[in-house]
């Protein structure tokens, strides 16, 4: 978990389909189904948070800006998870979170991606 990715991946990459299938739960009207994949999925931010937090705390050492960003943006798409689905489920217009979601999420699997661990390392 501290050496290698595959831990994290596993985690968001569960995350996006978890907030995919509450999104599709919402608009076939299965409401109480769409929160039990919400609170799945909140349970998935924490394990998330914890698998990057391990990876950055023992290696950030070596570009402390670039972590840092890469950190943010993790928790940027987290963010912007949430605010789609509380906001659909309230009726409310999510346009300018569905721009921020694409924002960060290129900036987050490009960074993931530049950064020196991992599967697809371009340092
Ligand atoms: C849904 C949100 C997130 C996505 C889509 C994401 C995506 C990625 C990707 C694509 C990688 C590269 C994996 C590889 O090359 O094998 C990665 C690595 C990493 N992520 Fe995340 N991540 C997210 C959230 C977070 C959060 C919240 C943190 C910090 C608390 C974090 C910290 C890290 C760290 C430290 C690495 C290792 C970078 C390296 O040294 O190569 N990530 N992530």
Do not use: C
Not at 20 to 31: D, E, I, Q, V, W
Not at 101 to 107: E, K, N, P
């Amino acid at each position: 978990m501290f050496d290698n990715t595959h831990a994290h991946i596993t985690t968001w990459v569960i995350g996006i389909i978890l907030f995919f299938t509450a999104l599709y739960l919402h608009k076939s009207g299965k409401k109480k189904a769409m929160k039990i994949v919400h609170m799945t999925l909140r349970l998935f931010y924490l394990l998330i948070i914890l698998t990057g937090a391990l990876l950055f705390w023992k290696h950030q050492g070596i570009y402390p800006m670039q972590y840092g960003i890469k950190l943010l943006g993790g928790l940027w798409v987290i963010a912007m998870f949430e605010m789609i689905l509380v906001r659909t489920n309230k009726g409310k217009s999510t346009g300018i979170f569905w721009a921020q979601l694409i924002i960060a999420l290129i900036l987050t699997i490009y960074l993931g991606a530049w950064l020196p661990i991992g599967l697809w390392s371009m340092v």
